[in-house]
């Protein structure tokens, strides 16, 4: 999302703390956030190597609560909410009729009738007034715009758990992928997920945002001996494409459709009604023009965001998202291609400056980490 030059940029609770640790700022999605401390390169190998320090408190929250809250989530949503049991999380689109996203979330089930949804921080007032509409005529139902409620902070990489487990009594083993729970982490009252955005094991935590700074003070000193680094958005992004995790604003929007991003396993097929559902079961049916692929580049450059993509030297897409990265040590990207030109092994070219830059289509995810 463009950031609007004369708006006053927002802070999360933990803005001076960047400040202090050094932290590059930058606008991004209207708020002022840290997007390296130390570099890049650093941030996203420590993350994959050892673990790093996350402030994402600018995420939004909406809660949906009452008798109707599941009808109203199953509308608005394009996963099958009825399958989470209370204490589980699902990610999702916000839907809109057309099948495409009003934004991605992640739909955590606090209880039968309350839902929590976690939307893009750019995107927190349009969603909230979206779901606002569409749940409106679902009875027992009340949104709530809690955003301000809440300090987020991810602590991501194989020691996360290391780090996180002597600062609370959950039982950080016993939590599995895509679960919470709530409990103390270092003395303070909070929810801890087992979620994340770099394509590593790791967790959020929900604090209020008065006790933001001392949990991210915690954290930092508890992390040292594991190797702990704060990280910024700019390893964020790095590391959720290596794991082909999807970015609203550049490989999902209002203008692509859940299965033209390959995303359909995030679809309740079974079902009956949400919004969209119409055009994706059509879509699933006759299949789709294009196709979100990965790719990596055979040639020395850098596909960038709305570099052309050409398939027999024909313009035939554009990149969605495109770096070289710190730990594969390759450039790689998404972009949208014709279905016809979407299998792995597809030759494909990258118009970067001029230059038509041979590229090959990938099986995604670049990264998948070991689970053993």
């Known amino acids: 999302m463009a950031d609007t030059p004369d708006a006053p940029l927002k802070t999360t609770p933990l803005h001076a703390r960047h400040v202090a ?3 590059r700022m930058v606008p991004f999605g209207g708020w002022h956030m840290p997007v ?3 570099s890049i390169v650093d941030e996203h190998l420590a993350v994959r190597t050892r673990c790093g320090l996350f402030d994402v408190s600018h995420m939004g929250q909406v809660e949906l609560a009452g008798a109707d809250a599941l009808a109203a989530v199953q509308h608005i949503a394009s996963n099958d909410a009825s399958k989470l049991k209370v204490g589980q999380i699902q990610y999702s689109g ?6 495409t996203f009003v934004d991605d979330l992640l739909v955590y089930r606090w209880a039968d009738d309350h839902f929590l949804l976690v939307v893009n921080a750019s995107n927190i007032e349009g969603d909230f007034d979206w779901i606002k509409t569409q749940v409106a005529g679902f009875g027992d139902v009340v949104a709530v715009n809690s955003s301000a409620r809440y300090a987020l902070i991810a602590v991501q990489g194989p020691l996360a758990r290391e780090v996180l487990q002597p600062l609370t009594g959950i039982d950080l083993s016993g939590l599995k992928y ?3 729970a709530s409990g103390e982490v270092a003395g303070i009252r909070g929810t801890i997920s087992r979620t994340g955005y770099t394509g590593e094991d790791g967790f959020e935590v929900f604090v209020p945002p008065a006790s933001a700074e001392r949990l991210w003070n915690t954290l930092l000193e508890a992390g040292q001996p594991a190797g702990l680094v704060p990280a910024g958005l700019g390893a964020r992004d790095t590391l959720r494409l290596e794991a082909a995790m999807r970015l609203y604003g550049n ?6 459709t859940v299965l033209e991003a390959d995303l359909g396993w995030i679809v309740g097929w079974n079902k009956p009604e949400f919004l969209g559902r119409d055009v994706l079961v059509r879509q699933k ?3 789709v023009s294009r196709r979100l692929v990965g790719f990596e580049m055979e040639e020395r450059g850098i596909a960038r965001h709305g570099f052309e993509v050409l398939v027999d030297g024909v313009p035939a897409g554009k990149v969605t998202s495109g770096t070289q990265t710190p730990f594969l040590k390759k450039a790689i990207g998404m972009a949208y291609v014709p279905a016809a030109a979407a299998e792995p092994g597809q030759a494909i070219a990258v118009d970067i400056r001029g230059r038509a830059t041979r590229a090959r289509i990938v099986p995604l995810p670049f990264y998948k980490r070991s689970r053993s």
């Open 251 to 256: 490989d999902i929007d209002a203008s692509t």
């Open 178 to 180: 895509y679960w919470f």
């Open 94 to 99: 916000l839907m809109t009729p057309g099948g």
């Open 285 to 287: 049916a006759e299949g």
């Open 36 to 38: 390296e401390y130390s």
């Open 21 to 23: 640790h050094g932290a």
